[in-house]
């Protein structure tokens, strides 16, 4: 059994002593809180460039694309470097704040192909009869096929925020303590590399687990009133 007694020495070595679990406690806190305030932003941000993606108008037809393609085509981690280090370098705001500023602009390049592809998945009968019944363009898009369109794009933007939650792993790079961070700090404080990195992993799957299984009942709820 000595193998048995050198993995509880490394756990207690890793989690108890000097009470390091405490940092993965504060990292979870830290993800979910990106993780939550950057996908309401993306989510913002993605409506706004599906409905300029969507315009008739040339110019905000091309403040869409070229947002799209800017965001879409750069990394996350050097997004997230620019808005830290350059944008947001005088403003005082909590990092934490700003990292999920940076991941909702980013989010919202690839929510507003979501949001854009359900609306456009919605047949154009439906826009007919709108204006049949006397409603506008905006009272059509607001009353009508927008909530169609929720139930079609719901599934690919639950993906999108586990993807998002995901991402958050690189705010170490500005100094934030997160679920990885947390794990590396452990590693280089005790020169155990298996242990933290396995509990980093485990801890990672089990939100994403859970915020799945979560996201999978309100898409089940959603799909009930459909039968109705």
Known sequence: MLWWDGIVATFIKCFLKDDRYLLLLDGIGVTIKISLLAVLIGIAIGLVIAFC???????????GKVYTDVIRGTPSVTQLMIIYFVVFATVDLEKWV???IAFGINSGAYVSEIIRAGILSIDKGQT???????????????SIIIPQAVKNIFPALCNEFIVLVKETAIVGYIGLVDIQKAGDLIKSATFEAFMPLIATAIIYFVLIKTLTLALARVEKALRKSDNR
Do not use: D, F, P, Y
């Open 53 to 63: 993606a969507l315009s008739k108008k040339k110019v905000l037809n091309l403040i």
């Open 98 to 100: 700003i990292a999920a």
């Open 128 to 142: 007919e009869a709108g204006r049949s019944l006397g409603l506008n363009a905006m009272q059509t898009m607001v």
